[in-house]
């Protein structure tokens, strides 16, 4: 044993170890390369991704800009003439203005260079006016029926703007079939009398009357 331990001996065990070390590092270098390649690949595949879903975010943005504002302009006219008709008791009895701002509509009060916000400037019956007189617009220029169902306007605008709602239905949607839902008798009785001034044929459906059989059976059952 004391032979073989040599200085020629321990210099080739010194290079025999240096030949693992070495291909050992090479392995590990070759699989460092290979994952660093997947990587690489991994980050191109998201820089496009990121690429392809800003360049669609671009477009549904660029969409959505040119929506509103074909959207306003196809119902500016009409919705100020609503507005105006139904809110009697804002500025005179001019309409409201829509405009295109910050990537939304905005309902301006005053001028149309006017940047105060409704929401901000309007009580909660003028506010409620005010989306009734814009789906009055939206249903006017796009409906393929004439049909109108609105469920119980006088629980949520005031006495004169609903004064100017019954005016606009019976003069503007002449010809159509409203359905309107109620509390209050009084004002359903009016609607009905002013629209049958102008021949409009109109009927009230009392409710409690058309669920009395249904109970009476469903107790008859019991």
Request: with cysteine; proline share 1%; glycine share 6%.
């Amino acid at each position: 044993v004391t032979d073989s331990f040599t200085l020629d001996n321990v210099q080739k065990k010194r290079e025999y170890l240096l030949v693992k070390w070495r291909e050992q590092s090479s392995q590990q270098f070759q699989i460092l390369t290979r994952d660093r390649q997947k990587l690489n690949n991994k980050m191109h595949l998201c820089d496009a991704l990121e690429a392809k879903i800003k360049k669609i975010r671009t477009g549904a943005s660029t969409q959505k800009e040119k929506y509103l504002k074909k959207l306003i302009s196809d119902i500016e006219i009409l919705f100020y003439i609503y507005s105006g008709r139904i809110m009697q008791d804002s500025h005179f009895g001019r309409g409201v203005f829509m405009k295109y701002e910050a990537n939304k509509v905005l309902f301006v009060t005053g001028t149309h260079q006017s940047d105060i916000d409704c929401l901000y400037n309007l009580s909660s019956g003028q506010i409620s006016a005010l989306i009734i007189a814009f789906t009055l617009a939206l249903n006017k220029l796009y409906a393929e029926y004439s049909f109108l169902a609105i469920d119980d306007p006088v629980q949520t605008i005031d006495d004169m703007n609903l004064w100017g709602l019954i005016e606009t239905l019976r003069h503007e949607f002449r010809g159509y079939n409203l359905l309107l839902s109620t509390h209050e008798e009084e004002y359903g009785g009016i609607l009905r009398y002013k629209s049958e001034k102008l021949g409009i044929s109109a009927q009230v459906i009392d409710v409690r009357h058309c669920l009395q059989p249904i109970e009476q059976h469903t107790q008859g059952e019991g």
